[in-house]
Each structure stands twice: as C-alpha cells, then as structure tokens.
C-alpha cells in the first residue's frame, strides 16, 4: 500500500550519483600533480652553500622556540615554533604545522637545535638528532587524500548510479522479496567498497598498491552485503509463518501499538495505538486510552494474518514493529484495510475484532 513514487523521483539518486562521480574525477585529476611534485621535490640536489633557489633544497640550522599542540574537537594538530640561524627577536619566529605527533615532536624541547630542509619558498621537512619528521607543507604525500576521498565518492556515485536505474527500470518487475532487499545490500557493499578504498589511499603503495586494494576489497564486500540480505530474508520468511496468531481475548481494557492504513475515516495520522478489551476496538493518540478515540466500525471483517511484506508495506511498520510485527488484513466493504502490530498485541486485537461482533 505505498506510494508508486514518480519518476523524477526515481532520477534523483542517478542524478546525484553523477555529481558525486564528477567530484571524484576531478579529484583524481589532482592526482598526478601532486605526485610529480613529490617526485620532484624528491630529486633537488642540495642547494649550493649560503645559496637558496627553488629547484634546489636548502639545509639550515634554526633553534627550537616552543611545541605548540592545538586540540582541535578530538583531534590536535601540532606546531614547531623555531627560529633561523640562532636569531633572537621574535620576529625571526617560525610557526611549522607537523604532519603528525612524531618522534621529533616529542624529543624537542626549547632551545634545542634543529635543521630547517627549504624548498621552494617553504620548509618541507625538520631534523633533530638524525631524525627527520615532515611538515604539511611536505609534498610526498600530497595525493594521498584525493585518492582516498576520490575512490570512496566514486563508489558511491556508482551506487546512486545503479540505484536510479533500478529503482527506474528494474525494481517494478523484480520478486517482491529481492525488490526490497537488493538495493540495501548493495549500499551496504558500495559503502565497504568505499572506505576499503579511502584507506587504501591513505595506506596504499602507490596509486598502483592503493587501486589494487581497492579491487581486491570489492568481493569480501559483495560477500557481506549478500550474506546481509540473506539473513534479514530469512528472517521475514520465518516472521511469515503466522500460524501463532491467534485471538486471545483481553482480560481488561488495554492500549496496545497498532497503525491502521487503508482509504477509511479510521485511519487516523498519529493514531498509533489501539484500545481493546472494552468493545469495539478503536484507535486513539492516547496512551491511556480515554481521548481521541476512533471506534472501529462492525463492517471491518477480518480475512487473515499475514508478516510484514518489504516494498508492499509501510517502511515505518519494520521501525515500529520489527521484523516479527505482523499485518492483519481486513475489508470495510470493497476496500482493503490493514492493521500492523506486534505478534502477541496481534491476538489481542483478532479477538477484539471478532468477538465483539457477535
């Protein structure tokens, strides 16, 4: 009983997919630039003495001023301040943002000395005793970040990408069950696929090691998101086994969670609870049952009892109910009237229906 959705609606996943797949490309495209500037920073010779020039690196002794860590949320970032060549104002200070909290970080105290690598306009890298720790101006590993984020967008622009076709195309025609159950799995796999792919980036050897990763990830993930839809598919094949539902009669007056959908005044929006054990069962927003009743009618006759159809159903029944939730289908004259509700609420509210009649 859901909404057939229109087909803009269908587009607009393909149509943010296609977005998202145009950021990660022009992420990629950043990619060989920065690789060729870590290669080249990589070949400078070392500058001549007491010359500086951009396609050369420079080596100079500076002197350790202060550790400055900046808590940022939960993280920190972590700054070397220093000063050239021994100068003593304050305005021969410098301020260096660290890659990370390495060795050289937590060795250096004030006034310690340390060695400065320039390179093109700015200092690249900090040694102390034999140490060398980058700084984020540091280039070898510029394209680490655009890789990572680039596979994960493209991943999920792919998703998005089949996910419109299918729902456009695919999804009017496919098994009930697999209609419903598919395009999760293959979200969960996509989403896998996705953050095996951004660390790759981050970890990976290469373009060519961080790719490879990546590839060798899509089979394990296309394996949990199968075994995933297999199990909640099993899972609504035993829930549809309704043969335990049956009317029990309430010993006193009782609210129980129930949603009534159907074309009939009854079916109230907010009216997510249902009063039985004291005639004729109606719905009402009132936990406790005294307000707002909706009584219904002697028409509704009940025709069976039947688990919770993926795609057919209400999504919310499975947020509300679970799984196990079971829907009991009736009629008010020529029109279909469904009533959701758990198992044991369920036997309750087949025996108010019934019962009361008679």
Known sequence: MTKK????????????????????????????????????????????????????????????????????????????????????????????????????????????????????????????????????????????????????????????????????FRRPTAPKGRRALLPGAVMLAGMLVGTVGFFAGLAGDGVPGALLITACGIPPSAAVGALCMWLVWRRLRRAADTRDVVPVPATKRRTVRASVSGDVPYSVSGHHLLVVGDGRPATTPDPAGRCARVTLPETLTVEGVRGFRLGEDPDSWLQAYTYAGVAIECRDGDKPVLIAARRQDASLILDALTTTRT
């Open 5 to 168: 959705p229109a087909p803009w609606q269908t587009a607009l996943p393909a149509i943010f997919g296609v977005l998202v797949m145009a950021v990660s490309a022009w992420l990629f495209a950043t990619v060989p630039g920065h690789r060729a500037e870590g290669r080249a920073y990589l070949a400078a010779p070392a500058c001549p003495a007491g010359a500086r020039a951009d396609d050369c690196r420079q080596v100079v002794p500076a002197t350790v001023e202060s550790v400055e860590r900046e808590v940022r949320g939960k993280g920190a970032r972590y700054w070397l301040h220093v000063t050239e060549g021994g100068a003593e104002d304050a305005a021969g200070v410098q301020r260096l943002r660290m890659r990370e909290p390495g060795p050289v970080v937590d060795s250096v105290r004030p006034g310690d000395a340390v060695t400065l690598t320039h390179w093109r306009g700015e200092v690249r890298a900090v040694t102390f005793d034999g140490i060398t720790e980058d700084t984020r101006a540091n280039p070898l590993d510029d394209w680490r970040m655009p890789l990572g984020i680039g596979l994960a967008l493209l991943t999920v622009g792919l998703v998005l990408v089949w996910a419109g076709w299918y729902y456009r």
